[in-house]
């Protein structure tokens, strides 16, 4: 299975956002992104090695961990031994879900650096408490807006 230049490129793109984001390995973020790319059907186990151009093992080893993480899915065909991979049916919900997450570690930081300025510096506190308190807003609105993104995705689900 060859891929276009284009492809090639957006793979990669697509791949390094998701190593920073997902906190993934090369490898796992650029099948992530090959299978994100790729038809509904999916691809077999032998297109992705072709694809990644990486050993059996590797590219076995990073489907296991984005099976365990249910950004992927498998199936197979009747009569048929392979193995078909594709992004599980929401994958954007897990991708939200996982930035909430990560706002709301980052959130508890933001409170916890304001809460000790106020108490034992507060006179930084004093000068500083509008942007502290500023960005702690800001993480808020993140998530809530994230949040009613997910529940829209939620009733979407119900109707599928």
């Known amino acids: 299975m060859e891929l276009s ?7 990669e ?28 059907e999916g691809m077999s186990f032998e297109d992705v090695v072709t694809s990644m151009q990486a050993s059996k093992s590797s590219v076995s080893s990073n489907l296991n961990v984005l099976l365990q993480l249910h950004y992927v899915d498998y199936y197979t065909k009747p009569g048929d031994r392979k193995r078909y991979f594709r992004t599980s049916q929401f994958y954007i919900k897990n991708t939200m879900e996982q930035q909430v997450h990560l706002i709301d570690k ?19 506190f004093k000068n500083e408490k509008s942007l502290g308190l500023l960005f702690q807003e800001h993480l808020e609105d993140q998530r809530t807006k994230i949040n009613q993104k997910i529940e829209e995705i939620n009733q979407f689900e119900k109707q599928a």
């Open 5 to 11: 230049h284009h492809k090639k490129q957006l793979i």
């Open 13 to 40: 793109d697509v791949g390094v956002l998701l190593e920073e984001r997902a906190n993934l390995s090369p490898l796992a973020s650029r099948i992530y992104a090959l299978l994100i790319l790729s038809c509904y």
């Open 106 to 124: 980052e959130l508890k930081i933001v409170q916890k650096v304001n809460q000790f300025n106020k108490e034992h510096n507060p006179e930084k």
